[in-house]
Each structure stands twice: as C-alpha cells, then as structure tokens.
C-alpha cells in the first residue's frame, strides 16, 4: 500500500511555469512505476506523463511534449512534474498515481493521490 501527496498546484499566467510534487509514504515508493493524470471540469480524466522505476522510460502525452517534465526521486520518495510555456488549456486538477509499470491508462494505476489544482490565466 502506497499514499500519495500532491503539491505545488496554483494560479499561475499564461507562459509561467510550476512544478508540482507527489510525495509518497511507505517504502515502496521504488517498486512503483509513477504516472500524472489531469482532469478539467465536465472532462475525464487524462493521461499527461509516466516514468518507470529507475527513470529510464519517460513517456508524454502529446499536449505537454517539450513544455513537461516527469521525474523522480527514490531516495525522497517523491515524483515531480515541471510545468513550463503553460497554457490556459492546462488548467485542471492534477493527479499522481501509481501503478506496476508504466500506463496512459488511468485504471490500471492502483493508487491515487487527492490531486492539485493547476490554473492558467489568459
């Protein structure tokens, strides 16, 4: 059992930048391969960036590719995205998640974390 913290979520311009936290308790944070979900209201829930164990395999959705970046630290228990040239199409709640191996697809993540909400101001 993993428990995830979102943070760094905020009111941001358009053209700003944020990075967003995700920190997880337990101490198999490791064996976890790391996902960030976003969802807008009236919207589902969308894929934005996985990374797997030892961050080696780094996958995008294509709306955030070369303004996201997905890392982590295992030592820290925690997972980042940096967010820059951030839109106002970004705008929405922000979810960390957890799952054995790295997914676009939200329902094979077995662990959620509260999410953080990320708006963008024209």
């Known amino acids: 059992q993993v428990q995830l913290v979102e943070s760094g979520g905020g009111l941001v311009q358009a053209g700003g930048s944020l990075r967003l936290s995700c920190a997880a308790s337990?101490?198999?944070?490791?064996?976890?391969?790391m996902g960030w979900f976003r969802q807008a209201p009236g919207k589902e829930r969308d894929f934005v960036a996985t990374?797997?164990?030892?961050?080696?395999?780094?996958y995008y959705a294509d709306s955030v590719k070369g303004r996201f970046t997905i890392s982590r630290d295992n030592a820290k228990n925690t997972v980042y995205l940096q967010m820059g040239s951030l839109k106002p199409e970004d705008t929405a709640v922000y979810y960390c998640a957890a799952s054995s191996y790295t997914s676009v697809d939200p329902t094979l993540y077995m662990h959620w974390g509260q999410g953080t909400q990320v708006t963008v101001s024209s």
């Open positions: 337990g101490r198999t944070f490791s064996y976890y391969a």
């Open positions: 990374i797997n164990l030892s961050s080696s395999d780094l």
